[in-house]
């Protein structure tokens, strides 16, 4: 088993910048790619960014493409989402998530059913 917990959420304003921490523990050798994912109230948990476990390929969403960076910190297990010139439109619950299986098919990264392990979620806020 692998326990995902995020951290850094808040409220900004837009055009700020925040940084979203995604721990893993437990069982991290079996995973292979961890990802973010956010969901908004009434609509479907989406795709943000992904990133190999070791850190050697990035994935991005368009929406987020130039503005966020996703990063692993080697000497942990932890990734991170770097976010910038946040807008209203990024607010949203943003969830990690890891996943067992080596892939580097966007479709796949893109799909929720492709992780095995979700943590709780953070909440970010922007203003305008």
């Known amino acids: 088993q692998v326990q995902l917990v995020e951290s850094g959420g808040g409220l900004v304003q837009a055009g700020g910048s925040l940084r979203l921490s995604c721990a893993a523990s437990?069982?991290?050798?079996?995973?292979?790619?961890m990802g973010w994912f956010r969901q908004t109230p009434g609509k479907e948990r989406e795709f943000v960014a992904a990133?190999?476990?070791?850190?050697?390929?990035?994935y991005y969403a368009d929406s987020v493409k130039g503005r966020f960076t996703i990063s692993r910190e080697n000497t942990k297990d932890t990734v991170l989402l770097q976010m910038n010139n946040l807008y209203d439109e990024d607010t949203a619950d943003y969830y990690c998530?890891?996943?067992?299986?080596?892939?580097?098919?966007?479709?796949?990264?893109?799909?929720?059913?492709?992780?095995?392990?979700w943590g709780q979620g953070t909440q970010v806020t922007v203003s305008s």
């Open positions: 998530a890891a996943g067992r299986q080596r892939t580097n098919m966007v479709r796949d990264l893109a799909t929720k059913t492709f992780y095995d392990y």
């Open positions: 437990g069982r991290t050798s079996s995973i292979r790619v």
């Open positions: 990133i190999s476990w070791n850190g050697g390929r990035t």
